[in-house]
């Protein structure tokens, strides 16, 4: 079992940052590609960021590339999310999944949010 919980939301002006970080904890968390999905109000789940176990390989949404950048440190057990040039359309719930994780919004496990709100 992996549990993982979120921290570093906030509100934020528009062209503003926010680094996101996501704990995990369980044996076998540092074998597990990570990630970062987002859901905004009255949308579905999307995703934003993966990084494999090593940290050696990264996706991104179209949307966020070149804004955001996703890391991980396995000695900590914990991954981060550094997002810059942050837009009103960045706001949303954004949540850390790990495992057999999917772009279609799928994921083996997942933390229980935090809220990033990016006013203009």
């Known amino acids: 079992q992996v549990q993982l919980v979120e921290s570093g939301g ?3 002006q ?3 940052s926010l680094r996101l970080s996501c704990a995990a904890s369980g044996r076998t968390v540092s074998s597990h590609a990570m990630g970062w999905f987002r859901q905004a109000p009255g ?3 999307e ?10 390989s990264t996706s991104y949404a179209d949307s966020v590339k070149g804004r955001f950048t ?3 440190d396995n000695t900590q ?16 719930v954004y949540y850390c999944a790990a495992g057999a994780i ?10 229980q ?8």
Do not use: C, H
């Not at 995703?47 to 050696?56: D, E």
């Not at 057990?77 to 949303?92: R, W």
């Not at 772009?103 to 496990?109: L, M, P, R």
């Open 102 to 111: 999917r772009i279609s919004g799928d994921a083996t496990y997942w933390g």
């Open 70 to 72: 996703v890391s991980r």
């Open 14 to 16: 528009a062209g503003g």
């Open 43 to 45: 949308a579905e789940r």
């Open 77 to 92: 057990n914990t991954i981060y999310l550094q997002m810059n040039s942050l837009k009103p359309e960045d706001t949303a």
């Open 113 to 120: 949010g935090t809220q990033v709100t990016v006013s203009s």
């Open 47 to 56: 995703f934003v960021a993966a990084i494999n176990w090593s940290g050696g």
């Open 10 to 12: 906030g509100l934020v």
